[in-house]
């Protein structure tokens, strides 16, 4: 049967849930880059997080299908879920191509690209915080300019950092095992700009 009055804060709770993973994740991803130690265990950590990312999404789905009256249009509410959720996925990956590829010695510009990733992370949460208060757009669209600029510098950094490498001398094999955990934390950025998109589509449409 479907619920004809939903409790609109689960929804909420599902959104800032997985902000508040996503900023757990990235957190302890720069954490584990600026010290370089126990590089199995961190990416253990990343992928127990990516389960609860995981877990949070389907909980969500499963809440948005039982739902006939939802506090937001439904592709709204699926789009933030989903966007979420794929931050998380990039990070999984790069954590698990470290270990995989045997990395033993971070480039200084990957911690500068993974702490833009948490600087985006934060500010999605941020933003996320404030849909229940949706009434306070101008401080969510304020936000999701502070996330496009920062995909804009993570950008920046990336083009560097990857010109840097394919002129450094550095054994191909090195250069491509980089460029694909470059790519993946780039791409986390891209997907926090996804979230930012939908936020300030519902702000548009909501507020």
């Known amino acids: 049967m479907f619920k004809l009055i939903p409790s609109n804060n689960k929804f909420y709770d599902h959104f800032e849930r997985g902000a508040e993973i996503l900023v757990t994740a ?38 948005l299908h039982q739902s006939f009256i939802t506090p937001l249009e439904r592709g709204d509410i699926r789009r933030l879920i989903e966007t979420q959720d794929d931050v998380i996925d990039l990070l999984d990956d790069a954590a698990r191509s470290i270990e995989l590829y045997e990395i033993t010695e971070v480039l200084p510009e990957v911690k500068d690209l993974i702490q833009v990733l948490v600087d985006a992370a934060k500010s999605v949460q941020a933003a996320i915080r404030q849909l229940r208060v949706i009434k306070k757009k101008n401080d969510i669209m304020q936000l999701c300019i502070d996330i496009r600029r920062l995909e804009n510098e993570g950008d920046r950094i990336n083009h560097e950092l990857l010109a840097r490498l394919f002129k450094s001398g550095m054994n191909p094999l090195d250069v491509l095992k980089w460029k694909e955990i470059v790519d993946d934390i780039e791409s986390a950025i891209d997907g926090c700009q996804d979230v930012a998109n939908v936020l300030e589509g519902i702000v548009l449409e909501n507020g």
């Open 26 to 63: 990235s957190s302890r991803f720069a954490a584990f880059l600026n010290k370089f130690e126990h590089v199995e265990r961190h990416a253990e950590e990343i992928k127990s997080l990516e389960h609860e990312a995981d877990e949070n999404t389907h909980e969500a789905m499963e809440l």
